[in-house]
């Protein structure tokens, strides 16, 4: 077996999602299409993004939003909540589950969508903010490539169950 083989066989054994595996096949030529603006979101369409406990924040995604683009980036709105009540904020962003990255395109607030003008590619397992890793492990993401279908995933995501290696 190559050592690259090994190397693949190894990071899928051990379900490293965006981690070893992607560094190692990771398309050079690879380039993300066109985004389009932020969709509209409904909060009553929120589906729960399970959070630590201690989170002040409570996050939600709309289904109605989850795009998976020819790419591999899966697009989507996520909404926080501070659970006292207040603001409602929206982020309208992607992961690309085979690098284990995220992209903020827009936020939202009180005067609509402010789209951000050179977003770009961060690691998922070193920012602060820990809803989008949470999110694509919980639904979005199977391995390093996206969940099958945006059913598939808001099924997972209605219903998290223990993920089976």
Sequence with gaps: MH?????????CLLGVAGGASAQLFEDPEWKESAVPPPPAFDESRLV???????MTLKFGVDPATIAITGDG???YVVVANNKAGGATN???EGV???TGEMKSYARYGSNGWDVLPNPEWKKMFTLN???TL?????????GAAPRGSVNEMVQRLKNPLPEVQ
């Design 129 to 131: 903010s820990s809803y």
């Design 73 to 75: 980036v899966v697009r």
């Design 134 to 142: 949470l999110l694509s492990q919980q639904g979005l993401c199977r």
């Design 48 to 54: 729960p993004i399970e959070m630590p406990r201690y």
């Design 96 to 98: 690309r589950c085979a």
């Design 3 to 11: 050592r690259a083989s090994r190397a693949f066989a190894l990071a």
């Design 90 to 92: 929206a982020f309208y």
